[in-house]
């Protein structure tokens, strides 16, 4: 079982969500790999619509252009970010 840490989805019917993956890299995966188990959305999430019509639902600070990039390039601080909120997620899924 695995924890949902975002959800990304497109006008074109496709939709991803990232995994919590323990020691590896948060990657995207596409929604149809996997049975949704628990539908409860965490409150750390908040919803962001973009240009082009997709959405986003995932920590406010995940949403800041440039998030990821800076996350996969080793940057402290948003490392940092991702462990506090990764670990906001998996203490809500506990419950």
Avoid: C, K
């Avoid at 019509?53 to 996350?71: D, H, I, K, T």
């Avoid at 948003?78 to 990764?86: I, L, P, Y």
Wanted: net charge negative.
């Amino acid at each position: 079982m695995y924890t949902v840490l975002e959800v990304n989805a497109s006008p074109e019917h496709r939709f991803a969500v990232r995994l919590d993956l323990g020691n590896e890299a948060p990657g995207l995966w596409d929604s149809e790999m996997f049975e949704t188990t628990d539908s409860a959305i965490p409150s750390v999430w908040v919803a962001e619509f973009r240009d082009g019509g997709s959405l986003r639902l995932a920590p406010p600070r995940w949403l800041a252009q440039g998030f990821w990039e800076s996350y996969f390039e080793n940057d402290p601080d948003a490392v940092a970010v991702f462990e506090e909120d990764r670990q906001r997620i998996r203490n809500e899924s506990a419950d």
